[in-house]
């Protein structure tokens, strides 16, 4: 299993009407907590969202699994 650190790229969840259409951002890792829990910066396709930052989130195996913004993801291999 892949180990969460400072300037790895994760995929978080977005309100559509603030990311250009899409449901999912890019963000970098800015603090590790622990292997589950993370700060990021988001990358929105679009001007600056309401919060570009996101503190404690928590690891999901899908950005389907789970509701709110508090989550994230590591991109899928593709």
């Given at each position: 299993m892949q180990k969460p650190s400072v300037?790895?790229?994760?995929?978080?969840?977005?309100d559509p009407a603030t990311n250009n259409g899409a449901d999912a951002a890019p963000a970098v890792i800015t603090r590790v907590w622990?292997?589950?829990?993370?700060?990021?910066?988001?990358?929105?396709?679009?001007?600056p969202a309401k919060s570009d930052w996101r503190t404690s989130l928590v690891l999901v195996e899908s950005l389907s699994e789970g509701v709110g913004l508090c989550r994230w993801a590591w991109p899928e291999r593709v």
């Open positions: 300037g790895r790229i994760v995929h978080v969840p977005m622990n292997d589950t829990t993370v700060n990021v910066r988001i990358l929105a396709d679009a001007a």
